[in-house]
Each structure stands twice: as structure tokens, then as C-alpha cells.
Nanobody
């Protein structure tokens, strides 16, 4: 499975961005998808996850009500809509796909910078 992220950038506080994660390869084996982020000097943090059918989602408390994860199965693409962005959301965002054995595939990461 290969993952390619896009959509990061620089935005002012209160603004919005939408990240995309396009998957290719053996995507039939994927069970769970989601996004992590890592800010400088901090540990990688799970931001949001979604099951393969899209029926179940979960979010970090810090982004609940502001971020929405979704997926378009025919396009093999996952999205993270981020609204009301804060400077604390500044990080490199990584998408992942987890297969049924628990193995994680990772994207290359996309930088999100929120200015105050």
C-alpha cells in the first residue's frame, strides 16, 4: 500500500484546511485508516481514525468538533477537514492505513502551520 498526502500549508488561526490521503496498491487489506500528527519536540499524536467501511470514527479530544475525517472508497482517498485551526494544531500530519494483521502503512507527511 502506498499513501500520498496533500493539502497542507500555512493558514491563519481560525482558518480551514483539507488534507487528502490517496492510497494505491493492496488496499483491500486495509481495516482502519487515520491521521497522526507530530509537532516539534512532541510525541506523535493520533488525531482521528475511521474504519474501512466508514461507519466508525474517533477523534482526539483536542480536535473534536473542529476536525472531520471521511473517506471516498471508490477513489481510495481519505480526507481530514480541519476547521477553526489553532496555532497548537501546527505539526506534520501523517496518514496511515492499518491492515488486518495490524501492520501500519504511512504517508510521507504534510506540514500544517497555523499562524496566530
Amino acid at each position: 500500500v502506498q499513501l500520498v498526502e496533500s493539502g497542507g500549508g500555512l493558514v491563519q488561526a481560525g482558518g480551514s484546511l483539507r488534507l487528502s490521503c490517496a492510497a494505491s496498491g493492496s488496499t483491500f487489506s486495509i481495516n482502519v485508516m487515520g491521521w497522526y500528527r507530530q509537532a516539534p519536540g512532541k510525541q506523535r499524536e493520533l488525531v482521528a481514525g475511521i474504519t474501512s467501511g466508514g461507519g466508525s470514527t474517533n477523534y482526539a479530544d483536542s480536535v473534536k468538533g473542529r476536525f472531520t475525517i471521511s473517506r471516498d472508497n471508490p477513489k481510495n482517498t481519505m480526507y481530514l477537514r480541519m476547521n477553526s485551526l489553532k496555532p497548537d494544531d501546527t505539526a506534520v500530519y501523517f496518514c496511515f492505513n492499518r491492515d488486518k494483521s495490524g501492520y501500519n502503512y504511512w504517508g510521507q507527511g504534510t506540514q500544517v502551520t497555523v499562524s496566530s
